[in-house]
């Protein structure tokens, strides 16, 4: 188990000589989440080089991860591009003083590029919204899409689904049941339950067509959207897996919810991705309701990490916009 960014440093190192690489090589810690995040800096270039957290993630997780993120930029997808091993393989086992072993890959590091922002600056209505920037991102989004939809899988897919059980299923969604996220009395639980069941049925009704359901990123938030210049790069496929092709856009608008300018952010980005590829009608009848099952997610992932600062942010300000999402959803259909 790592304990400590140094104790991760020292696994990087070492998995620096599988890729034919100086172990001497500059490594820069960039962030900790559910992986350990290092910039590689050598003679081949610069990568960004990915120590997965112990047992959270299967081989085949990984494997399908990384064959998604290839697929995607040989159909001129921009995305990160895969460096292999120097055996050819996508990722590399590194055993740690404790005999525990840690996967390890590499992607090629987007220069000079910046995130489009920051989900706490969106929420709070600082972050400036220039309507181009989102257009570009709903056609990047579609584009991811539509390379997606052509992909053919031989197997079943490995990766947990963001479908109805993924989102809805209780304890049996992806992140767990975000009812969780309201003990000790906290308001809402019974409006939230309610809600639940009524986008189980939403959920069920609107189906798994391939033009809505299939691979997705799953993580399309500001962070996870590199621009440089006119160029924009999705990152971080950690998440991704089976799910519906609206769920990405639900994410990607999510934490502008608060904002002054969310309509224009909506408008923009689904202007951009029907430029590309259309949406339906069914489609945009569950826009909402795709936002409220993206929130129910941010509930159940904070009811588990009581006392990081995320989850702080989540339960102060995400929970109590859940519940007026689920209110504004569920109080129509209960009047009906």
């Given amino acids: 188990m790592i304990t400590d960014i140094e104790a991760a440093q020292r696994i990087a190192a070492q998995a620096l000589a599988h890729y034919g690489a100086d172990q001497a090589a500059a490594l820069t810690f960039v962030k900790y ?30 494997l399908e991860e990384l064959d998604l993120l290839a697929a995607l930029a040989a159909g ?17 086992r590194i055993p740690d003083e404790h005999g525990d072993v840690h996967q390890v890959d590499m992607l090629e590091w987007v220069a000079d590029a910046v995130p489009l922002g920051d989900v ?9 919204v220039v309507p181009a920037t989102f257009h570009a991102l709903g056609v990047l989004i579609a ?32 992140w767990g049941d975000p009812r969780r996220a309201f003990r000790a009395g906290a308001a809402g639980h019974e409006i939230v339950n309610r809600a639940m069941a009524w986008l189980e049925t939403e959920l069920t009704a609107y189906g798994k067509a391939p033009d809505r359901y299939g691979p997705i990123h799953a ?12 160029q924009m790069t999705l990152i971080d496929f950690d998440d991704s897996g089976e ?47 795709m936002l409220l099952a993206r929130g129910l997610t941010y509930l159940a992932w904070a009811a588990d990490r009581v006392g990081d600062e995320t989850s702080d942010f989540i339960f102060e300000h995400v929970r109590p916009l859940v ?13 009906q």
Avoid at 259 to 280: C, I, K, Q, W
Avoid at 282 to 288: F, G, T
């Fill in 323 to 335: 519940v007026d999402l689920a209110t504004e959803l569920i109080s129509p259909a209960v009047s």
């Fill in 120 to 128: 706490g600056e969106a929420f709070t209505g600082e972050a400036v």
């Fill in 243 to 289: 799910g519906y092709y609206l769920f990405d856009l639900a994410t990607a608008a999510f934490f502008y919810l608060p904002h002054p300018r969310f309509d224009e952010v909506v408008s923009a980005m689904l202007l951009g991705y029907n430029s590309v590829r259309s949406l339906t009608s069914e489609d945009l009848a569950l826009w909402r309701p």
């Fill in 219 to 230: 993580d399309v938030t500001p962070e996870n959207v590199l621009v440089r210049g006119n």
């Fill in 76 to 92: 001129g997808v921009s995305v990160p591009r895969l460096r292999l091993t120097a055996q050819g393989e996508p990722f590399c």
């Fill in 143 to 174: 584009e991811l899409h539509q390379k997606a939809s052509t992909l053919q899988r031989k197997t079943p897919s490995a990766r947990a689904s963001w479908d109805v059980a993924g989102l809805v299923g209780g304890a049996e969604a992806v």
């Fill in 33 to 62: 989440r559910e992986n350990y995040v290092f910039k590689a800096e050598g003679e081949t270039g610069s990568y960004a080089l990915r120590l997965h957290r112990n047992g959270y993630r299967t081989d085949a997780e990984i």
